[in-house]
Nanobody, 127 residues
Framework: QVQLVDSGGGLVQAGGSLRLSCAAS????????MGWFRQAPRKAPDFVAG????????LYAVSVKGRFTISRDNVKNTVYLQMNSLKPEDSAVYYC????????????????????WGQGTQVTVSS
């Protein structure tokens, strides 16, 4: 089983940037498609971005497309979320997640498909 540790959150002004990291251990990282979700207070978790096992395919929520970039390093067992042009509405706890994929290059945006989760990292964007 894979264990995930999120990091990189913080307080930033609107228009600024942050890079989140998610370090994986305990499994073969390249066997997992990865995703980032976020949850604001009193709201359900929202899909933000996903990436296939090899990194060849990515998927983004409409609200972040063109501003956020997901990437992965299968040597360092880490997935990243580069967030640019941040807005106050991007404020949330961000979670990385993993879903085992035996083969293929699919990306999932469905919360229920992901079986492994990081502990979350807070992102706060001030106006």
């Amino acid at each position: 089983q894979v264990q995930l540790v999120d990091s990189g959150g913080g307080l930033v002004q609107a228009g600024g940037s942050l890079r989140l990291s998610c370090a994986a251990s305990g499994g073969t990282f390249s066997n997992y498609a990865m995703g980032w979700f976020r949850q604001a207070p009193r709201k359900a978790p929202d899909f933000v971005a996903g990436i296939s096992r090899s990194g060849g395919n990515t998927l983004y929520a409409v609200s972040v497309k063109g501003r956020f970039t997901i990437s992965r390093d299968n040597v360092k067992n880490t997935v990243y979320l580069q967030m640019n042009s941040l807005k106050p509405e991007d404020s949330a706890v961000y979670y990385c997640a993993a879903v085992f994929k035996a083969f293929g290059s699919s990306v999932s945006s469905q919360y229920a498909e992901y079986g492994y989760w990081g502990q979350g990292t807070q992102v706060t964007v001030s106006s």
